[in-house]
């Protein structure tokens, strides 16, 4: 069997804002990645692997056959001859391990797949999306489905709004360049759903609603603006408006071990932290101006460079 392998993503801009309509944008990571794989198993996670498969087979029965249909002859025998998941991509880290064995699951037993050969129109993106949301819904109770497009389709992804999603490129890497987007490594795994339901908890405070509509929305879009017009500067005053805003609203989310880390980085302007994906663990997103300066700053954590400029 030779299938094809799903790329991580990063969610640069946009976490909790989308599921409230706010901009995204979405990258696709190539460090890390995963595919299907029938063979003899090398360890207990292979075999653990082939369980859990079996139980999202078993789920993925119920959806609504009128969205999409899958080939469950070819996905049972693949399953009896010992089908797993090897994949790089670490699980509760926010980078989307479970949105590329969607991906991988929809490329390999969808009858009727929309291709990333043909003409990609923006009611297909959609289809993909709501039949991915569904999918991915198995793991996190609640899924937005962009982890999955963002692994199948391998391109940049600009969410406008729930209903408006397109491709995208993104400024050009300028290897030379002294600003980088990174990741910190938090040490401990996290759990989406228990974060997106603290979330929706929050939102029921007047006031919580407020400071997320215009203050968090607000300025993540702008993010968004900065970051694809190239306009770098004023993506670094948004970036720190952004880190203010997440670690007096969204501390919750933040490792405590980080909350330190956070306000240094806000005082220092050497880096500025943001959450990747939900939170709770996983990796960290930072930005810097001088990737040098922040090197030194954080100098006690392996930081992995996502973006130079």
């Known amino acids: 069997m030779k299938a094809p392998l799903f790329y991580s993503k990063i969610l640069l801009f946009g976490e909790y804002g989308i599921i409230k309509n706010s901009k995204g944008l979405s990258i ?30 078993d789920f993925l029965l119920k959806i609504d056959q009128k969205i999409v249909t899958f080939d469950f002859q070819k996905l049972d025998y693949d399953l009896e001859n010992g089908m ?4 790089s991509i670490p699980q509760g880290y926010g980078v989307g391990s479970s949105g590329a064995l969607v991906a991988a699951f929809y490329d390999r037993y969808a009858f009727n797949k929309i291709t990333v050969l043909e003409n990609l129109t923006k009611p297909k993106i959609l289809i993909l999306k709501k039949i991915f949301s569904l999918m991915e819904s198995f793991f996190h109770g609640k899924s937005s489905g962009l982890d999955p497009l963002n692994s199948y389709l391998s391109l940049p992804i600009l969410i406008h709004s729930k209903t408006n999603i397109e491709t995208t490129g993104i400024p050009s890497q300028t290897f030379k360049g002294k600003g980088a987007v990174f990741l910190i490594d938090s040490g401990e795994s ?12 929050s939102m029921k405070n007047k006031d919580y609603k407020n400071m997320i509509k215009n203050e968090f929305i607000k300025t993540s879009d702008h993010c968004v603006d900065d970051f694809l017009n190239g306009n770098f500067n004023s993506l670094f005053t948004n970036i720190k408006t952004l880190s203010k805003i997440v670690y007096k609203n969204f501390k919750p989310m933040i490792p405590a071990n980080f ?13 500025f932290l943001k959450l990747c ?12 101006k001088d990737f040098d300066k922040a090197k030194k700053s954080l100098s006690d954590y392996n930081l992995e460079v996502v973006y130079n400029f």
């Open 277 to 288: 994906g939900s939170g709770g663990g996983g990796y960290i997103l930072g930005f810097a």
């Open 84 to 87: 797993y998941f090897d994949s």
């Open 190 to 201: 996290s759990q989406t759903a228990p974060m997106v339901d603290l979330f929706f908890k």
């Open 28 to 57: 696709p990571y190539n460090f890390f990645k995963g595919g299907l794989k029938i063979g003899n198993y090398i360890n207990k996670n292979e075999i653990q692997s082939n369980v859990n498969l079996l139980k999202f087979r």
């Open 259 to 271: 909350h330190q880390l956070w306000e240094k980085g806000i005082k220092s302007e050497d880096y």
